[in-house]
């Protein structure tokens, strides 16, 4: 819904803000973390780790490429839409997206 809702410019630069430069990396790190927890590939690793308890490590690693080049693909994928489509398109098309993808998970369960 916030899609719909113009945005107002706020490039007004206040002395306010909290100084993060040396923890961006804390942040990202902790934002992923969560972000991870309910994923099915993170569940999904879990249970190959109990299956195989030989292979923790090789199953680490696989899991860490595998979100490094899928993520890699989604950014790459990204900034060339971002190039040729406006970004109020985009955020208008997700939020209509995001509208019927909710509405037909209520009517299917």
């Not at 030989?54 to 979100?67: D, E, P, R, V, W």
């Not at 080049?69 to 994928?77: F, G, L, P, T, Y």
């Amino acid at each position: 819904m916030l899609a719909f809702i113009p945005k107002k410019d706020k490039r007004k630069n206040d002395n306010k803000n909290i100084n993060i430069r040396g923890s961006y990396l804390l942040i990202i790190a902790f934002s992923i973390a969560i972000g991870e927890l309910g994923d099915k590939t993170f569940l999904s690793s879990i249970g190959l780790g109990i299956q195989y308890p030989n292979y923790k490590t090789s199953l680490i690693l696989g899991a860490i490429l595998g979100m490094i080049v899928s993520d890699s693909i989604a950014i790459i994928c990204g900034k060339m839409i971002g190039k040729k489509i406006d970004e109020k398109l985009v955020s208008k098309i997700s939020g209509i997206l995001f509208l019927i993808f909710g509405i037909l998970g209520l009517i299917t369960n």
